[in-house]
């Protein structure tokens, strides 16, 4: 089975509301493939838009059998889900490993951000979020701004396949429900 880690940068919390800025989507064990708004040739004038960039993003999340992301269940994939939906694409049934759900089952944890985890573990180098940036990418459009987000989106990718891997022994299953059994 082929698994891959991914995570979304999004202009908002909430699906209806915001847009996907990027993904990076990272083979278990392989190298990162990022996907972003400005290589869309709609990105400066109709960031709204953003379904080519989500339908890729689906396209090529659907190659692996098992999708990784932190927080997935809750985030990741119902945001995805909501941004195809207002084109009445469906994203079938798949199997998901949640780090954030297997930590809350299985650690006590003061806090089960991917940050916390990994200082955990003794993996440090999570970027800090920084507004700014996200508010110039969406808004102004700024591919600069857009790097600092997707080199932020890329280090969570790495850092979530390490807790993935320390994780695992907690994953007696892997299901639709991101593997909590």
């Known amino acids: ?79 995805l889900r909501t941004r195809l939906m207002r084109r009445r694409f469906q994203v079938p049934p798949f199997k998901i490993v949640d780090p954030v759900k297997l930590a809350r089952r299985h650690l006590r944890m003061g806090y089960n951000s991917l940050e916390q985890i990994a200082y955990h573990l003794g993996y440090e180098g999570k970027t800090r979020v920084d507004s700014k940036h996200w508010l110039r990418a969406s808004l102004d459009g700024s591919s600069t701004s857009l790097n600092y987000i997707v080199k932020h989106c890329a280090i969570d990718v790495d850092l979530l396949e390490k807790v993935a891997d320390a994780v695992r022994p907690y994953v007696p299953r892997v299901n639709t429900w991101g593997s909590d059994t």
């Open 1 to 79: 089975m082929q698994s891959c880690c991914f995570d979304l940068e999004t202009s908002s919390l909430n699906g209806n509301f915001g847009i996907i800025l990027c993904a990076c989507i990272k083979p278990w064990r392989g190298k990162i493939k990022i996907l972003r708004g400005d290589d869309y040739k709609n990105w400066k004038k109709k960031r709204s838009d953003d379904y080519r960039l989500a339908k890729d993003i689906y396209n090529e999340l659907k190659k692996y059998d098992i999708w990784i992301a932190h927080n997935g269940v809750k985030f990741d994939v119902p945001f």
